[in-house]
């Protein structure tokens, strides 16, 4: 129903950006709120962060809050983090997702920070932060 392709990974030094995109295609017309989660070797896959399909609810994690941006263009069906201040602890592979579950809504958000919320992923794309 809905294909998900991240581009814009890449190897860059510590304190550098990166800005990530996700595509959308398919039957997109759905409300979906959208996340991106990382995962690095050895490591269980971790929301980074989310947005709500208004924007008006987004969530960070503690460890990229003040360095990442979330945000999205709907009209294009497009998600994008934005990635400053880069530190080699942020190498991971780096996933989009979208759920069907409101961000909006304040039940629904503890639930968001778990893949297990989201139904649609894309392939990753690979961020390395070199020291």
């Known amino acids: 129903q809905v294909q998900l392709v991240e581009s814009g990974g890449g190897l860059v030094q510590a304190g550098g950006s990166l800005r990530l995109s996700c595509a959308a295609s398919?039957?997109?017309?759905?409300?979906?709120?959208m996340g991106w989660f990382r995962q690095a070797p050895d490591k269980e896959r971790e929301c980074v962060a989310y947005i709500a399909w208004s924007g008006g609810s987004i969530y960070y994690a503690d460890s990229v809050k003040g360095r990442f941006t979330i945000s999205r263009e709907n009209a294009k069906n497009t998600v994008y983090l934005q990635m400053d201040s880069l530190k080699p602890e942020d190498t991971a592979v780096y996933y989009c997702a979208a759920s069907p579950t409101d961000a909006d809504r304040v039940v629904g958000r503890r639930f968001l920070r778990s893949m297990d919320a989201y139904d649609y992923w894309g392939q990753g794309t690979q961020v390395t932060v070199s020291s």
């Open positions: 398919g039957r997109t017309f759905r409300s979906y709120t």
